[in-house]
């Protein structure tokens, strides 16, 4: 069973573009909310991170929308450069006993264009 | 700071063979996670510990997968026999302790091939 459905697996947007990539979960214990950059041989790195009380997150150019209701979440990367090019991972936890486990989305690789 | 740090970092080994992955976390992190990532897909957790206490393993595949952490720092994974679907990016991560959902750094990684 998929806990987290990550959507598109792959994205091709032109520099200055804005980057959506989408994420739906199942369990409404998850409380938790991250998402994961990755560049080749490298290990997944923190982006940015929203907990289910507020609707939205803004840390530069990222944003994290949250929808509690539809039990969605979406990363949206404004002009995107060429440097953002790398896998994108949606997660989500609960934090409870065993707290912080992350299931992650099977990721979205994002190719920036110049 | 420095980061998680594993290793080796590519290692190629035919099936039925064995294999041992070491990490050690970011200093002063107790809580120490081994995920795998098959390619193309997320990462999934294997085994969680706090200090070198098992907190869940429950998604370990026990028949062929050992881990531990001696003195609650540097942890090893081994697979005893490996099987050609082990083949995957085996990743540590790390942080402060089980609330700390913010610290949570992963190291690079071991790519594990199994022919």
């Known amino acids: 069973q998929q806990q987290v459905k990550q959507s598109p697996q792959s994205l091709i947007v032109q520099k200055g573009g804005i980057s959506i990539i989408n994420c739906a979960y199942e369990?409404?214990?998850?409380?938790?909310f991250p998402w994961y950059q990755q560049f080749p041989g490298k290990g997944p790195a923190l982006l940015i991170a929203?907990?289910?009380?507020?609707s939205e997150k803004k840390e530069g150019r990222f944003t994290i929308s949250f929808n509690k209701s539809a039990k969605q979440f979406s990363l949206h990367i404004m002009d995107s450069q060429p440097g953002d090019s790398a896998t994108y991972f949606c997660?989500?936890?609960?934090?409870?006993?065993?707290?912080?486990?992350?299931?992650f989305g099977k990721g979205t690789k994002l190719s920036v264009i110049p | 700071e420095a980061g998680v740090a594993q290793s080796p970092r590519y290692k190629i080994i035919e099936k039925r063979q064995s294999v041992a992955f070491w990490c050690n976390p970011i200093s002063g992190h107790a809580t120490l996670y081994w995920y795998q990532q098959i390619l193309g897909q997320g990462p999934k957790l294997l085994i969680q510990f706090q200090n070198n206490g098992v907190v869940d393993d429950s998604q370990l595949p026990k028949d062929r997968f050992s881990a531990e952490r001696l003195k609650g720092v540097d942890s090893t994974l081994k697979i005893q026999p490996a099987k050609l679907e082990d083949s995957a990016v085996y990743l540590c991560?790390?942080?402060?302790?089980?609330?700390?959902?913010?610290?949570?750094?992963f190291g690079s990684g071991t790519r594990l091939t199994v022919v």
């Open positions: 929203i907990r289910p009380d507020v």
């Open positions: 991560a790390s942080s402060l302790d089980l609330g700390q959902g913010y610290g949570y750094t």
């Open positions: 369990n409404t214990a998850f409380d938790y």
């Open positions: 997660a989500a936890s609960t934090s409870g006993a065993g707290s912080y486990q992350l299931t």
